[in-house]
């Protein structure tokens, strides 16, 4: 079992950066994928970008060349570094780990806008 606790997030104008965490209550170094996902308004949650336990990760094409997600271990902890923000990147954003079922965080609110 595992709690996960988002932040980081905030107005931000377009074109601007925002480094989420993801704060672990456990170890994330025996954790195989973390993921975030992100809930836009008035729509469905949907995936974001993969870390996987060997180093690889992955990202929706949607964020691709602008997001990074990465592990620092020692913290027990997930980021996602958002650069180039758009509009369409404003939702609430999610932290999730699966252990057998999916853990997830409480959401951070990520708004882009001028």
């Known amino acids: 079992q595992v709690q996960l606790v988002e932040s980081g997030g905030g107005l931000v104008q377009p074109g601007g950066s925002l480094r989420l965490s993801c704060a672990a209550s456990?170890?994330?170094?025996?954790?195989?994928?973390m993921r975030w996902y992100r809930q836009p308004p008035g729509s469905q949650r949907e995936w974001v970008a993969k870390?996987?336990?060997?180093?690889?990760?992955v990202y929706a094409d949607s964020v691709k060349g602008r997001f990074t997600i990465s592990r620092d271990n020692a913290k027990n902890t997930v980021y996602l570094q958002m650069n180039s923000l758009k509009p369409e990147d404003t939702a609430v954003y999610y932290c999730n780990a699966y252990i057998q079922t999916d853990y997830w965080g409480q959401g951070t609110q990520v708004t882009v806008s001028s």
């Open positions: 870390s996987f336990r060997n180093g690889v990760t």
């Open positions: 456990s170890s994330i170094d025996t954790i195989y994928t």
